[in-house]
């Protein structure tokens, strides 16, 4: 396939592998059976897109092709061992599968990945692969684990989805409030994924932003009013994910870089997310926990008049916070940034060097490009130069990519007179 076609190829694969599956999972009953027809799908893509040209609607090509090869592997089943799936091939195979159709089934395919049955850390891998159409190398790159280690998880869920006969269904009201916490982790995954995708030719991942948006309104819907501290829980997330997404559409040049939020028009951003995650802000503030936390955060720079008038003690009280929730080392990489610009660049750096002893984030991208900022803003600009090379090395996203060589270009142009940018922007 062409260089052209190849990149069609995966970015359907990225926006539909999950849709398909979902799907695909429902007419079958049998997850492992999806995946594969949907594996097979793409790789009869691969072969004939090159030949006939990319369709229309590739994402209801993939999934009507994924049927019926899930269909004759089921006839060739019951051929040999009865008719257990007869009402499935029975059913009439559409000419095209509408991708309209395909939003409830991986919301059912959500809840299937985030059955209480399953360990939490496999719930999660699952999801991402299932759902969000990771590949198991991303997800391991993502988690900083082995893609052996991420593959098991995988394929011990998937066991447990078989061998328990857990259904592929959203559960009935009552048993949502139990539920609800670990869909709403996948949920916010989904979102973090999209919003700044682990690997790939694209920064953004639009559908994936949708999707998780979606997701997150039906749930805060589907909770029954009485239980009042999951719903402010999911109503905090809906909040973070609205607050976050209504600068979306500034977050990425025309031709794919990041922006960073210091550079993007806030004339720009989208004033009705906005509003309405002020609003979901207000009903999270009855309640606690980390999506509430990183809710404040951004609504302190959605808030914002301009990228000076930030409000960064707010910004650093709300890390603080998130920190009592979710010790992680991401969280303390951010906080560092934050407090780079409440006290200044010299006080992020010492922050960083604290986390220096940790094997999770030691040679990342996060906090090398952290680092690279920070030193670049002290107007350091050889330490910020080997940085940013450190952080390309470890940048798997080309957008990402593309923004971090236009800032080693930056430092690197020393002699053409470049000077410590004042606060300037966030990635």
Request: glycine share 8%; with cysteine; aromatic share 6%.
């Amino acid at each position: 396939m062409s260089g052209e076609r190849a990149v069609d190829l995966d970015g359907v694969y990225r926006a539909e592998f999950g849709r398909a599956v979902a799907t695909i999972a429902r007419f079958t009953g049998d997850i492992d059976l999806a995946e594969d027809a949907v594996q097979e799908a793409f790789a009869i893509a691969l072969r004939t897109w090159d030949r006939d040209g990319v369709p229309a609607n590739p994402g209801a090509w993939i999934t009507t092709t994924a049927r019926r090869r899930a269909l004759d592997r089921l006839r060739r089943e019951t051929a040999r061992l009865g008719k257990e799936h007869e009402a499935v091939l029975s059913a009439p195979v559409p000419a095209e599968i509408e991708v309209s159709e395909l939003p409830d089934d991986r919301l059912r395919m959500i809840f299937t990945c985030c059955h209480p049955a399953l360990a939490p850390e496999s719930r999660v891998a699952l999801t991402l692969r299932l759902v969000c159409g990771l590949r198991t190398a991303e997800i391991a790159r993502a988690f900083l684990q082995s893609e052996a280690t991420v593959a098991q998880r995988i394929s011990r869920a998937k066991a447990k989805i078989r061998q328990a006969g857990i259904p592929l269904r959203v559960p009935p009201a009552h048993l949502l409030p139990e539920r609800a916490p670990t869909v709403l982790a996948v949920v916010y995954l989904m979102f973090t994924e999209g919003y700044f995708a682990t690997a790939g030719p694209v920064a953004v991942r639009d559908e994936l932003c949708d999707e998780a948006l979606r997701v997150g309104r039906l749930l805060c819907a589907l909770l029954p009013v009485g239980e009042r501290a999951v719903r402010a829980e999911a109503h905090g997330l809906l909040a973070l994910m609205l607050l976050t997404d209504s600068r979306r559409s500034q977050r990425r040049t025309s031709g794919g870089a990041l922006i960073p939020l210091a550079e993007q028009d806030r004339s720009r951003w989208d004033r009705g997310a906005i509003r309405a995650g002020l609003n979901c802000l207000l009903v999270a503030a009855a309640g606690g926990g980390p999506y509430l936390a990183q809710a404040r955060i951004a609504a302190a720079h959605a808030v914002a008049p301009s990228w000076a008038a930030t409000d960064w003690p707010a910004i650093v009280a709300a890390y603080d916070e998130l920190l009592g929730y979710t010790p992680s080392p991401a969280v303390r990489v951010n906080r560092a940034i934050a407090l780079g610009f409440r006290d200044g660049p010299d006080a992020g750096l010492r922050a960083l060097d604290e986390l220096a002893p940790d094997s999770r984030v030691a040679g990342g991208q996060p906090i090398a490009a952290a680092r690279a900022d920070l030193y670049r803003r002290a107007g350091r600009y050889t330490e910020a130069a080997q940085s940013y090379r450190a952080a390309l090395a470890a940048a798997g996203n080309e957008g990402a990519q593309r923004y971090l060589r236009r800032r080693l270009d930056e430092v690197e142009s020393s002699g053409l007179g470049v000077r410590p940018m004042p606060e300037t922007g966030r990635r």
